[in-house]
């Protein structure tokens, strides 16, 4: 089963669920876990291929779903979740599929629907990168300036890596999510639509949810709302705390 991080204590809110994007992990969401879970028990995993989880051939939205399936079976659900981007396609997938596990469903910055935003090309900076010679992050930090100037997007990838006297490794199966990648920015064809409550939050810097997207969010999900949150682009959580909190808040704790 998926790496599982919990927090809080159970109460008469739903348990939330928590699921992280691609190249991330639970350990990204822990700060926001920690401040939700003063009125509710909240649980972040690592998604396949990512983290402390385990490495399969497969990363299909089918199976991601699939494994956060048997995390809520474990957890006596219903429960709410919450997904980011890879994460939000996968909690889609479960919800439509396993709509009496969900209570409530809250996507960020995502769509259901293919994109052109392929990763593969940083997979493959990440794969030439000479890890094996490094003797701490930061060497590994000063050689991707060069191709990766984002100061950001450079720290995220490398919260990845790990700098180990048995060895340094990356916790994240580039080679499976290289191959998967046309399914990672794809969405699949599926069946039904998930009835209930749904919020998609939108970074207002974002054009992963665009109005070309309206139609089919509407369609798989028509109890929908979308809630715009200023001055933040994908990384939604990270860029606008404070008001992604007070949103999110709102929506879990909202009748």
Do not use: C
């Amino acid at each position: 089963m998926l790496k599982i991080q919990s927090f809080g204590n159970k109460s008469n809110f739903p348990d939330l669920l928590i699921v992280h994007g691609l190249f991330g992990s639970g350990r990204n969401w822990r700060a926001i876990a920690r401040n939700i879970s003063a009125d509710r028990q909240v649980h972040i995993v690592d998604m396949r291929n990512h983290g402390e989880s385990f490495w399969n051939d497969d990363n299909s939205y089918e199976s991601m779903a699939e494994d956060l399936k048997e995390v809520i079976s474990s957890l006596e659900g219903p429960v709410d979740v919450l997904g980011h981007s890879m994460g939000g396609k996968a909690s889609m997938v479960l919800a439509i599929n396993n709509p009496n596990l969900i209570t409530k469903l809250l996507i960020v910055d995502i769509a259901p629907t293919q994109y052109k935003h392929d990763q593969s090309m940083n997979i493959s900076i990440m794969k030439n990168l000479p890890i094996a010679d490094l003797a701490r992050r930061s060497d590994a930090d000063q050689i991707l300036q060069k191709k990766l100037p984002n100061n950001s997007l450079r720290a995220f990838f490398l919260q990845s890596l790990i700098i180990s006297s048995t060895g340094n490794t990356w916790q994240l199966n580039l080679d499976a999510l290289e191959k998967n990648m046309d399914k990672i920015i794809g969405f699949p064809e599926i069946k039904g639509r998930f009835n209930g409550m749904t919020l998609f939050l939108k970074g207002e810097l974002s054009d992963y949810i665009s109005e070309q997207h309206l139609e089919n969010i509407n369609l798989l999900f028509p109890k929908n709302e979308i809630i715009t949150i200023k001055n933040a682009g994908h990384w939604v959580h990270a860029e606008a705390t404070k008001d992604f909190l007070l949103v999110v808040k709102k929506y879990l704790s909202n009748n």
